[in-house]
Protein backbone atom coordinates (compact mmCIF):
# COMPACT_ATOMS: atom_id res chain seq x y z
CA UNK A 1 0.00 0.00 0.00
CA UNK A 2 1.42 3.37 -1.03
CA UNK A 3 0.14 6.91 0.68
CA UNK A 4 1.39 10.47 -0.62
CA UNK A 5 0.64 12.38 3.00
CA UNK A 6 0.81 16.22 1.80
CA UNK A 7 1.12 19.44 4.63
CA UNK A 8 0.44 22.68 4.28
CA UNK A 9 1.00 24.69 6.79
CA UNK A 10 -1.70 27.13 7.64
CA UNK A 11 -4.22 24.42 8.40
CA UNK A 12 -1.95 22.65 11.68
CA UNK A 13 -3.31 23.60 15.20
CA UNK A 14 -1.97 26.27 16.84
CA UNK A 15 -1.25 28.20 13.68
CA UNK A 16 -3.49 31.43 13.17
CA UNK A 17 -0.73 34.08 12.05
CA UNK A 18 1.78 34.53 8.58
CA UNK A 19 4.17 34.89 11.26
CA UNK A 20 4.07 31.55 12.31
CA UNK A 21 4.30 30.54 8.44
CA UNK A 22 6.64 32.98 6.77
CA UNK A 23 10.30 31.93 6.88
CA UNK A 24 10.88 35.36 7.58
CA UNK A 25 8.78 36.33 10.33
CA UNK A 26 10.07 35.51 14.05
CA UNK A 27 7.30 32.37 15.03
CA UNK A 28 8.18 30.51 11.48
CA UNK A 29 10.54 27.76 13.65
CA UNK A 30 7.78 27.11 16.03
CA UNK A 31 5.70 26.83 13.55
CA UNK A 32 7.79 24.29 11.44
CA UNK A 33 7.61 22.36 14.43
CA UNK A 34 3.88 21.92 15.10
CA UNK A 35 3.97 21.54 11.21
CA UNK A 36 6.49 18.41 11.89
CA UNK A 37 4.47 16.96 14.77
CA UNK A 38 1.09 16.77 12.79
CA UNK A 39 3.11 15.20 9.68
CA UNK A 40 3.92 12.67 12.23
CA UNK A 41 1.11 11.69 13.87
CA UNK A 42 -0.62 11.34 10.49
CA UNK A 43 2.03 8.90 9.30
CA UNK A 44 1.79 6.66 12.61
CA UNK A 45 -1.77 6.45 11.89
CA UNK A 46 -0.99 5.45 8.18
CA UNK A 47 1.33 2.82 9.43
CA UNK A 48 -1.05 1.50 12.32
CA UNK A 49 -3.41 1.05 9.74
CA UNK A 50 -0.83 -0.63 7.34
CA UNK A 51 2.67 -1.25 8.67
CA UNK A 52 4.13 -1.93 5.57
CA UNK A 53 3.03 0.97 4.02
CA UNK A 54 5.44 3.56 1.83
CA UNK A 55 4.85 6.57 2.82
CA UNK A 56 5.84 9.53 1.33
CA UNK A 57 5.01 13.40 2.67
CA UNK A 58 5.61 16.14 0.22
CA UNK A 59 6.19 19.76 2.14
CA UNK A 60 2.93 21.43 0.47
CA UNK A 61 3.84 25.09 1.89
CA UNK A 62 5.80 28.03 0.15
CA UNK A 63 9.30 27.18 -0.33
CA UNK A 64 8.29 23.15 0.24
CA UNK A 65 11.19 23.68 2.80
CA UNK A 66 9.07 23.72 5.47
CA UNK A 67 9.11 20.25 7.56
CA UNK A 68 12.01 19.26 9.78
CA UNK A 69 13.80 16.40 8.12
CA UNK A 70 15.67 15.21 11.03
CA UNK A 71 12.75 15.25 13.42
CA UNK A 72 10.40 13.38 10.62
CA UNK A 73 9.22 9.70 11.18
CA UNK A 74 12.34 7.78 9.28
CA UNK A 75 9.59 5.26 8.81
CA UNK A 76 8.57 7.63 5.89
CA UNK A 77 9.80 9.45 3.00
CA UNK A 78 9.91 13.16 2.31
CA UNK A 79 9.70 15.17 -0.99
CA UNK A 80 10.91 18.46 -0.71
CA UNK A 81 11.58 21.64 -2.54
CA UNK A 82 10.58 23.09 -5.80
CA UNK A 83 10.03 23.38 -8.64
CA UNK A 84 8.75 20.13 -9.21
CA UNK A 85 6.00 18.08 -10.91
CA UNK A 86 2.90 18.65 -9.20
CA UNK A 87 3.86 20.75 -6.63
CA UNK A 88 1.75 20.00 -3.70
CA UNK A 89 0.91 16.58 -4.63
CA UNK A 90 4.76 15.99 -5.69
CA UNK A 91 5.47 11.95 -5.47
CA UNK A 92 1.56 10.88 -6.29
CA UNK A 93 1.17 8.59 -9.40
CA UNK A 94 -1.01 6.04 -10.22
CA UNK A 95 0.15 3.33 -8.10
CA UNK A 96 -0.76 5.82 -5.07
CA UNK A 97 -3.50 4.28 -3.32
CA UNK A 98 -4.52 6.91 -0.71
CA UNK A 99 -4.12 10.52 -0.25
CA UNK A 100 -4.08 12.76 2.98
CA UNK A 101 -4.19 16.33 3.40
CA UNK A 102 -3.18 17.73 6.66
CA UNK A 103 -3.20 21.68 7.49
CA UNK A 104 -5.09 22.56 4.96
CA UNK A 105 -6.85 25.95 4.37
CA UNK A 106 -9.67 27.30 2.95
CA UNK A 107 -10.32 29.11 -0.17
CA UNK A 108 -9.69 32.57 -0.95
CA UNK A 109 -13.14 35.02 -0.15
CA UNK A 110 -14.35 31.81 1.75
CA UNK A 111 -14.37 31.98 5.09
CA UNK A 112 -13.96 33.34 7.58
CA UNK A 113 -10.88 31.10 7.61
CA UNK A 114 -7.24 31.07 9.04
CA UNK A 115 -5.11 32.25 6.24
CA UNK A 116 -7.70 31.90 3.41
CA UNK A 117 -5.96 32.09 0.13
CA UNK A 118 -5.36 30.34 -3.48
CA UNK A 119 -1.91 29.21 -4.00
CA UNK A 120 -0.50 32.94 -3.41
CA UNK A 121 -2.24 36.48 -3.11
CA UNK A 122 -2.38 37.01 -6.74
CA UNK A 123 -4.86 34.52 -7.50
CA UNK A 124 -8.43 35.29 -6.53
CA UNK A 125 -10.75 32.67 -7.81
CA UNK A 126 -10.45 29.22 -10.22
CA UNK A 127 -13.79 28.05 -11.85
CA UNK A 128 -13.41 25.23 -13.33
CA UNK A 129 -16.73 23.73 -15.52
CA UNK A 130 -16.64 20.16 -16.73
CA UNK A 131 -18.97 17.16 -17.14
CA UNK A 132 -19.26 16.73 -13.50
CA UNK A 133 -22.49 16.45 -12.06
CA UNK A 134 -24.30 19.83 -11.96
CA UNK A 135 -25.75 19.25 -8.09
CA UNK A 136 -23.28 20.11 -5.49
CA UNK A 137 -22.93 18.61 -2.03
CA UNK A 138 -23.17 21.81 0.47
CA UNK A 139 -20.40 21.50 3.77
CA UNK A 140 -21.51 23.72 6.83
CA UNK A 141 -18.93 24.81 9.09
CA UNK A 142 -18.00 22.32 11.77
CA UNK A 143 -16.43 22.64 15.78
CA UNK A 144 -13.40 20.96 16.66
CA UNK A 145 -14.91 18.14 17.92
CA UNK A 146 -16.74 17.01 14.51
CA UNK A 147 -15.98 14.53 11.85
CA UNK A 148 -16.77 15.02 8.48
CA UNK A 149 -16.77 12.70 5.15
CA UNK A 150 -16.85 12.19 0.65
CA UNK A 151 -17.41 11.36 -3.37
CA UNK A 152 -16.34 11.66 -6.68
CA UNK A 153 -16.32 11.22 -10.12
CA UNK A 154 -14.25 9.58 -13.58
CA UNK A 155 -11.37 11.68 -14.97
CA UNK A 156 -11.16 12.57 -19.10
CA UNK A 157 -8.28 12.58 -21.16
CA UNK A 158 -6.65 14.13 -24.39
CA UNK A 159 -4.00 16.78 -25.33
CA UNK A 160 -4.40 20.02 -26.67
CA UNK A 161 -5.86 23.36 -24.53
CA UNK A 162 -7.98 26.27 -26.71
CA UNK A 163 -8.95 29.18 -25.45
CA UNK A 164 -12.97 29.91 -24.95
CA UNK A 165 -14.96 31.44 -27.62
CA UNK A 166 -14.61 35.37 -26.78
CA UNK A 167 -17.23 36.70 -24.56
CA UNK A 168 -18.43 32.72 -23.76
CA UNK A 169 -19.85 33.28 -19.79
CA UNK A 170 -19.82 30.02 -17.50
CA UNK A 171 -19.94 31.37 -14.08
CA UNK A 172 -23.18 30.42 -13.84
CA UNK A 173 -22.27 26.59 -13.80
CA UNK A 174 -18.62 26.66 -13.03
CA UNK A 175 -17.66 25.43 -9.72
CA UNK A 176 -14.66 27.63 -7.85
CA UNK A 177 -11.79 25.12 -6.49
CA UNK A 178 -9.09 26.86 -3.94
CA UNK A 179 -6.21 23.97 -2.84
CA UNK A 180 -8.46 21.50 -1.54
CA UNK A 181 -10.40 21.06 -5.15
CA UNK A 182 -7.62 21.75 -7.62
CA UNK A 183 -5.42 19.15 -5.70
CA UNK A 184 -8.19 16.65 -4.81
CA UNK A 185 -9.39 16.61 -8.56
CA UNK A 186 -5.57 16.25 -9.37
CA UNK A 187 -5.69 12.94 -7.35
CA UNK A 188 -8.89 11.80 -8.45
CA UNK A 189 -7.18 12.38 -12.12
CA UNK A 190 -4.59 9.80 -11.81
CA UNK A 191 -7.80 7.48 -9.56
CA UNK A 192 -6.27 8.49 -6.42
CA UNK A 193 -9.02 9.12 -3.61
CA UNK A 194 -8.60 11.72 -0.81
CA UNK A 195 -9.72 9.99 2.25
CA UNK A 196 -8.31 12.54 5.09
CA UNK A 197 -8.21 16.38 5.27
CA UNK A 198 -7.32 18.46 8.38
CA UNK A 199 -7.44 22.35 8.80
CA UNK A 200 -9.55 24.90 10.73
CA UNK A 201 -13.63 24.43 10.08
CA UNK A 202 -13.97 26.47 7.33
CA UNK A 203 -11.31 23.68 5.13
CA UNK A 204 -13.05 20.81 6.14
CA UNK A 205 -16.44 22.33 5.15
CA UNK A 206 -15.06 23.15 1.51
CA UNK A 207 -13.50 19.47 1.47
CA UNK A 208 -16.51 17.80 2.67
CA UNK A 209 -18.70 19.55 0.04
CA UNK A 210 -16.59 17.85 -2.39
CA UNK A 211 -15.88 14.57 -1.12
CA UNK A 212 -18.33 14.05 1.50
CA UNK A 213 -17.18 10.61 2.27
CA UNK A 214 -13.38 11.69 3.28
CA UNK A 215 -12.41 11.90 7.03
CA UNK A 216 -12.01 15.09 8.25
CA UNK A 217 -10.13 16.68 11.31
CA UNK A 218 -10.77 20.15 12.18
CA UNK A 219 -8.06 21.15 14.38
CA UNK A 220 -9.25 24.90 15.31
CA UNK A 221 -12.31 26.64 14.80
CA UNK A 222 -11.89 29.73 12.76
CA UNK A 223 -12.86 33.47 13.96
CA UNK A 224 -10.95 35.27 11.04
CA UNK A 225 -7.99 35.73 8.87
CA UNK A 226 -5.78 35.42 12.07
CA UNK A 227 -7.77 34.36 14.41
CA UNK A 228 -9.17 30.98 16.05
CA UNK A 229 -9.71 28.43 18.75
CA UNK A 230 -7.51 26.22 18.55
CA UNK A 231 -7.08 22.50 19.70
CA UNK A 232 -4.07 21.91 22.04
CA UNK A 233 -1.72 20.55 19.76
CA UNK A 234 -1.44 17.11 21.68
CA UNK A 235 -5.22 16.95 21.34
CA UNK A 236 -4.53 17.51 17.37
CA UNK A 237 -2.07 14.77 16.83
CA UNK A 238 -3.99 11.87 19.15
CA UNK A 239 -7.14 12.94 16.96
CA UNK A 240 -5.06 12.95 13.62
CA UNK A 241 -3.19 9.37 14.30
CA UNK A 242 -6.86 7.78 14.80
CA UNK A 243 -8.55 9.68 11.71
CA UNK A 244 -5.72 8.97 9.55
CA UNK A 245 -5.85 4.94 10.85
CA UNK A 246 -9.05 4.93 10.16
CA UNK A 247 -9.18 6.90 6.86
CA UNK A 248 -6.78 4.60 5.29
CA UNK A 249 -9.03 1.48 6.52
CA UNK A 250 -11.69 2.77 4.44
CA UNK A 251 -9.91 4.04 1.26
CA UNK A 252 -12.24 1.64 -0.74
CA UNK A 253 -14.94 3.14 0.47
CA UNK A 254 -13.94 6.74 -0.44
CA UNK A 255 -13.96 7.02 -4.58
CA UNK A 256 -11.86 9.63 -6.20
CA UNK A 257 -13.01 12.94 -7.28
CA UNK A 258 -12.09 13.78 -10.87
CA UNK A 259 -13.52 16.21 -13.25
CA UNK A 260 -14.41 15.24 -16.73
CA UNK A 261 -12.44 17.17 -19.86
CA UNK A 262 -12.82 19.08 -21.66
CA UNK A 263 -12.77 21.50 -19.13
CA UNK A 264 -13.38 25.30 -19.16
CA UNK A 265 -11.18 27.16 -16.86
CA UNK A 266 -11.62 30.73 -15.41
CA UNK A 267 -8.94 32.43 -13.28
CA UNK A 268 -9.43 35.62 -12.07
CA UNK A 269 -5.85 37.35 -11.31
CA UNK A 270 -5.43 40.42 -8.94
CA UNK A 271 -2.80 42.15 -11.34
CA UNK A 272 -3.27 43.71 -14.57
CA UNK A 273 0.25 42.28 -15.15
CA UNK A 274 -0.01 38.86 -14.32
CA UNK A 275 -2.66 38.93 -16.88
CA UNK A 276 -0.79 40.04 -19.84
CA UNK A 277 1.82 37.45 -19.07
CA UNK A 278 -0.67 35.36 -19.22
CA UNK A 279 -2.12 35.77 -22.82
CA UNK A 280 1.25 34.76 -23.00
CA UNK A 281 0.63 31.09 -22.87
CA UNK A 282 -0.76 29.36 -25.99
CA UNK A 283 -4.93 28.90 -25.56
CA UNK A 284 -4.88 31.52 -22.66
CA UNK A 285 -7.22 34.29 -23.69
CA UNK A 286 -8.65 37.73 -21.56
CA UNK A 287 -12.04 37.44 -20.78
CA UNK A 288 -14.76 40.21 -20.90
CA UNK A 289 -13.71 41.07 -17.22
CA UNK A 290 -10.82 43.29 -16.21
CA UNK A 291 -8.93 40.82 -14.26
CA UNK A 292 -10.21 36.95 -15.72
CA UNK A 293 -8.83 34.93 -18.38
CA UNK A 294 -9.47 31.47 -19.52
CA UNK A 295 -8.83 28.79 -20.89
CA UNK A 296 -10.46 25.38 -22.41
CA UNK A 297 -8.45 21.84 -21.41
CA UNK A 298 -8.94 18.74 -22.51
CA UNK A 299 -8.44 16.92 -19.17
CA UNK A 300 -7.80 17.43 -15.94
CA UNK A 301 -3.81 16.86 -15.85
CA UNK A 302 -3.52 19.59 -18.55
CA UNK A 303 -5.77 22.02 -16.68
CA UNK A 304 -4.14 21.77 -13.16
CA UNK A 305 -0.48 22.37 -15.11
CA UNK A 306 -2.00 25.47 -16.59
CA UNK A 307 -3.02 26.84 -13.22
CA UNK A 308 0.19 26.05 -11.37
CA UNK A 309 1.85 28.00 -14.42
CA UNK A 310 -0.24 31.33 -13.97
CA UNK A 311 0.17 31.01 -10.28
CA UNK A 312 3.88 31.12 -11.16
CA UNK A 313 3.69 33.61 -13.56
CA UNK A 314 2.13 35.72 -10.83
CA UNK A 315 4.57 36.16 -8.70
CA UNK A 316 6.65 38.16 -11.73
CA UNK A 317 6.66 41.60 -11.19
CA UNK A 318 6.96 44.20 -13.64
CA UNK A 319 11.01 45.10 -14.57
Not at 59 to 81: C, I, S, Y
Not at 140 to 145: A, F, I, N, W
Not at 163 to 192: C, F, K, Q
Not at 238 to 244: M, N, P, Y
Request: charged residues 25%; proline residues 7%; hydrophobic residues 40%.
Amino acid sequence: MKALISVDMEGISGIVHSSETNPERYDYQRGRELMTAEANAVIAGVLDAEPTADVLVADAHGTFRNLLPEQLDRRARLVRGKPRALNMLAGLDEETDAALFVGYHVRAGEGPGVLAHTMNGEILDVRVTGRAPDEEVRGTGRGPDEDVRGTAHTPGEGVQVTAPTPGEDSRTTARSLGEIGLNAAMAGHLGVPVVLLSGDDAACAEAAALIPEAVTVPVKEALGMAAAVTLHPEEARDRLRRAAADAVSRRTEIPPLALTGPLDVEVDLASPHTIDLATLVPGVSRTAGARTVAFTAPDYGTAYRLILLLAQLATIRPA
